[in-house]
């Protein structure tokens, strides 16, 4: 059978390749890691001639992050909920009918995504998604969406796949974090004390949120820091209008007094070294050898 | 007025010298970055020696991770509640009545500190803390103590200084975390969103239960991933008994799996080739241009 379309599954690190025949069905498959990290802009021309050279004079047709700032041409996300007819209608077009870009989608809550739209719409057109209409993609950037009618509605991204690898890279856990994962014990019990945070979701919308001008670059920063101190401070569970005495230096105290003001507490500042100092005196006088 | 005491903070990056009197006032205070990690296990002798050269020949007191496996004399946990008298009582003579090292604390819930006792304790002794009993140390691991007639009951940490380091240094957000932090509405609406979760927290736990000896190393990365998957799956909010549709390898899908069992839901794993195939077809039929 002959090829019909090549498409490419075209993220930033890698990237796969697909010769598709007139039904669909795969011919010829293949990954590498020219991921849009790995090429220069002028490059995707002759990566482009160059795969026609390998599967035929085709159409291609390309989903991902190549259609980002970073790839070849960024085009612009499309609003929510939108279907595949919709989806297609707004292929953006490298060469009229030869060469095109699926557009990625954006969600007014605050989320983007780039070629996850193709897999959740065709999971829906396969008819391989035989229950309701949630989807989920883990990996580096967790991506959940709602399916209405055959149609993208809502969808949130969550960071978890990267804030594990960073973890394991860069933390203080690094050295606790390097047995095998499998769903046993220690999985499960994991998962129960999670359940009721949300965390990773939350960091991930703030570059959703630069990414689609709802808050500046130079805000983000405040923005992370309020919410990791406010996940911090909601997870103490003190009673309203309770005093926490905040043992810091005026900036760092001065922002957990805020943030025990918005969860209903009151606070006090107390300079750590003071009460540093008075305790080891306390402690002098209190030796017994 | 003679020195009486020297008092060391001893952290793992830096510390804290002070040069007390009898009335537990500060003669002289310096800070330098000779924390534990700077240090070799056998040099402590010869620092406590110079300190006195420096200061005077008196008794020396030490706390932090100086106590630590990683310290000078590894000093065992003491258990909560603990007051004043009874960590004194618990002093680790290097050399009986010259050369101590306070003991950390661990509580039975699976958290330690090294250090932060001799604060929390001593806002108590010095009437600084005119509120109720809750107690806070900001830092890149926040600890919060509860006091009880002047004891440490309840305490807890939460990594969240280091978590926003290593999303400033290594992750995704770094180039949108450049900006200085404030208390501003950014700030604030971050605390908004932060409050219902307790992910920095749970994560601190890890390294304390194994610490503890609650879970081996080699359970960690089970746990952690099962603790930032349910903090996913917890996050999305489906209702019982709804079907998740997971796209993604076997592996990594039954992990979402088993987190979306837990949570009350129920799934299938499909394959994230064929759905991306599916829909690149689709779309390609779906075509206009």
């Not at 394991?168 to 019990?189: P, T």
Request: some cysteine; overall charge neutral; hydrophobic content about 40%.
């Amino acid at each position: 059978m002959a090829g019909h379309l090549i498409a490419v599954d075209w993220g930033t690190t890698n990237r796969r390749v697909y010769l598709l025949d007139e039904g669909g069905q795969v011919l010829a498959t293949a990954r590498d890691d020219r991921g849009i990290k790995a090429m220069p802009r002028s490059g995707y021309l002759s990566e482009t001639a160059s795969l026609r050279q390998r599967y035929g004079d085709l159409p291609i047709i390309l989903a991902g992050m190549v259609g980002s700032a970073r790839g070849w041409i960024e085009v612009p996300y499309l609003p929510c909920p939108i279907g595949l007819g919709e989806l297609a209608a707004g292929l953006s077009w490298v060469e009229p009918g030869r060469t095109a870009i699926v557009p990625g989608l954006a969600h007014p809550d605050g989320d983007v995504m780039r070629g996850e739209e193709v897999q959740f719409l065709g999971a829906h057109a396969s008819g391989l998604t035989t229950g309701g209409g949630l989807l989920c993609q883990p990996g580096t950037h967790c991506k959940w969406a709602r399916l209405e009618q055959g149609r993208i509605g809502q969808f949130s991204t969550a960071m978890t796949g990267e804030l594990f690898a960073l973890l394991k890279s860069h933390s203080l856990l690094a050295e606790f974090l390097i047995g095998a994962v499998s769903d046993d014990q220690s999985f499960r019990d994991g998962v129960q004390d999670g359940l009721s945070g949300r965390l990773p979701r939350d960091l991930f919308r703030v570059r959703a949120a630069a990414l689609l001008g709802h808050r500046t670059v130079s805000q983000s920063a405040s923005f992370v820091s309020g919410l990791l101190i406010g996940h911090d401070v909601g997870g103490v569970g003190f009673d309203q209008g309770e005093q926490v005495s905040i043992i810091a230096d005026p900036e760092l105290g001065g922002l957990y007094a805020s943030a025990v003001r918005i969860a209903g507490g009151k606070s006090q500042i107390i300079d750590s070294q003071a009460v540093f100092v008075s305790g080891i005196a306390q402690l002098w006088k209190a030796r017994r050898s």
